[in-house]
């Protein structure tokens, strides 16, 4: 702004983002993956935001989530329209009291291929999204998450957050 505050915009609904603007969009409801197949991943719905071919985004997805056990892993990852341009992404959760898993150089889809061996906790874990991505076609961006364990539920918590900028 004039003032030298971000410009900041909330979409929710489908509402049309703002562009060159802080976006964010704020997780309605729990989302479950307690899949019958360990390590599938799966959308967590409502933590998206549709891009356009061509056009440059930032994003970061906090997300709060609980594990059924300590003995639980999970991935966090990002999923969108095929075949983008650029895609450059990181991700980070927790693995432990004191330690973290951290992927850096991301470059594909659906990365890390497999979830991290546990949680640092049943009721409180964090995991950070965040990186570029310029889409080669329209579509949606949309953040994605496993268990490592069939059957026991990773849950991304109601009120996790993703916020982007359209960059270039």
Not at 18 to 28: E, G, I, K, T, Y
Not at 80 to 102: D, H, M, N, W
Not at 107 to 118: C, V
């Amino acid at each position: 702004s004039s003032l030298g505050l971000p410009k900041a915009a909330e979409s929710a609904g489908g509402a049309q983002a703002a562009v060159n603007a802080l976006n964010l969009v704020v997780l309605a409801a729990d989302v479950t993956n307690n899949n019958a197949v360990a390590n599938t991943i799966a959308d967590i719905t409502g933590l998206s935001f549709a891009v356009t071919a061509g056009e440059g985004y930032w994003f970061r997805a906090s997300i709060d989530y609980t594990a059924a056990a300590t003995t639980t892993g999970a991935r966090f990852s990002v999923s969108g329209p095929a075949a983008p341009t650029r895609l450059s992404y990181r991700s980070q959760y927790s693995l432990t009291a004191t330690t973290q898993t951290t992927n850096h150089g991301l470059a594909a889809y659906d990365l890390p291929a497999a979830s991290n061996a546990t949680s640092a906790a049943t009721g409180s874990n964090s995991a950070i999204v965040e990186g570029f991505i310029t889409p080669s076609a329209n579509g949606t961006v949309i953040l994605r998450f496993a268990s490592e364990v069939a059957n026991s539920a990773i849950v991304a918590k109601r009120g996790s957050i993703l916020e982007w900028v359209r960059v270039i």
